[in-house]
């Protein structure tokens, strides 16, 4: 490709030349405004609050601008109030196990969906095809008082289960489209062999959905990470908030102390950003195969 | 499959009793809960009375309520051609064979969407703030001057409604990007060659040829984008929480409101019905309604 188009440039009209200019710039300013709010962010919460609200574009350190602290950071990071790593570790659990959960019965449903025919298919079928077209926020009322009544809400697994049900259409759905492109031989010829039901499904079909398997994990964890309304609605304790919650809460705390509110941020921010900028193209791929086949 | 290689019933119970009865128990056994309750006059108390159809008498009178509705759909308009109109003509841009560096664009004009929406909704409040990013920038361009305290608000009931669905938009342009990036891959280089060779420019190109055959494509990001901002809540809920006043209320944001902060849950359960009712009524119709305009096309 790019030989290609090295080779089209040289022989282009003055008029393409300009549009192929034209369309550069286009996309580099799309770009830029895409990660520029992150690298605002990044060097505005070195600044103190009264640098920050004198200038709020200068680099610190830069053009006689005040040379960057770390006091933000400190103060977030120390102060106990803020229980900042109890939110993030909050969340790490209840995504992995999530993840762990959705993945597992995915699997389960997908491929029993794609090999099993029964009266019970259909049914099924459309049952978790439901839970991709309903909208959560018509079952924020009802679970919180299902929730309540079995004093379910403000427990560490409280989010689990909403993440795991919400999760799953799309995983079934996934795994089920890629078994049936696996021959049934496969399963037939462990049959003859003396494999159970059970064994093939683990041990042949499992380590074989693996690729599609990691695409749902991938779009999962990030839903799961960033979820926000079933957190608001199912868990008053602070101490079990996971970090969307805990940034709206610190939106209130901090009041208008808008770099140390770009500090908490930037360090819940942290581990997905990383996480992104090694994995972007798994990731991309993996979303938009879920947005498109699911 | 083999009859000789069937599991037996128990076995098919065994693995599919606890997904189902997860699912069922989040989503089915609260949505019938959520029906019932529609039909009462509930503040979360002991006492809960039963009234017929007068909440969803209510509901249809509530102004409200329809504001929020139609917000929705003005959050739903403005995302159809602001994020896929744009995200089309910058992967038009990116398709071709002029323009460089596509992989720094797909990582960079994706990494938005990976941020929840709490973060997003945040870092514009900042931006939006009266002496805030947006405003410096335009002052030291000398587009506004004087005092920021004269400077626009742009979060005020005026413009409430466009400003929140700024950042939404902005947020999934890459989103759509890449979806329609790979749609577009899939197609037959050869197509675009004989086009070239017999004249068509690149808008004919975009228009004529890519636009009809990722048309499924497009269909899937349309449903992506009716569905997604019909359930629009976190943004507007640390942005505006709907207001100032109901100026940016959406119906997620009132149901929220209605049944949590003023602890109506009776009311708030229509809500939510109604809420599941709409949504799936504007996703239908819209399927309906593209399904029927695109055959003619065909024809």
Redesign the interface.
Known sequence: ?SK??AK??KH?SPS?RV??IL??V???V??????F??I??AYNSLKVKRVF?AD??SIPGLFGAPLPTLDNYTRILTNPDYHLFESMWNSVRTTGISILGIVL?SF??GY?LA????KWNRP?YL??LS?M??????????????FKEMNMTNQWFTLL??Y???G?PMGIFLVEGYVKGIP?SL??AA?IDGSS??R?MWSIIMPMCKPILVTVAIIQV?SC??E??FA??LIENVHLQT??LA??QF?GQFGSD?PK??AA?LI??MP?VII??IF??Q??QG??AG??KG | MLNSIRPNKRTILLYLFVPVLIFVFTVFYPLCRAVIYSFFEWKGGPNMTFNGLANYRMLFADKVFWQAFWHNIYLVVVCIIGQMGLAFILVMFANSRLTHAKAIHRTFGFFPSTISAVCIGMIWNIIYLQDGLLNTVLNRLGLITGNWMSWPNWLGTGNVMLAVSIPLVWQYIGYYMVIMFSAIAGIDSEIFESAEIDGANGFQKAVKITLPLIKNTILVCLTLCIAGNMKAFDNIYVMTQGGPGTASMVMAMYGYNTSFRDSNLGYGSTISVAIFVLSLAVIGGSQWLVKRTTKGVEA
């Open positions: 490709m290609r188009s089209a440039k282009l393409a549009g192929s369309m550069d286009a996309l580099w799309f770009s830029l405004t895409c990660i709010p992150l605002w962010m609200n709020k574009l019965f389960i449903v029993m090999r099993v025919k029964g099924l049952m978790f839970g077209l309903i909208p959560i926020h018509s079952l924020l009322v009802p679970i919180y008082v299902v289960l909403p795991i049900s919400f799953m049934v399963e037939e049959a039901f059970s093939s990030f990470w960033n926000f309304s608001l609605v970090i969307p940034l709206t939106k808008y509110q770009m941020m819940t921010m997905i992104y900028f972007s193209k990731i991309i979303m938009v947005a498109v």
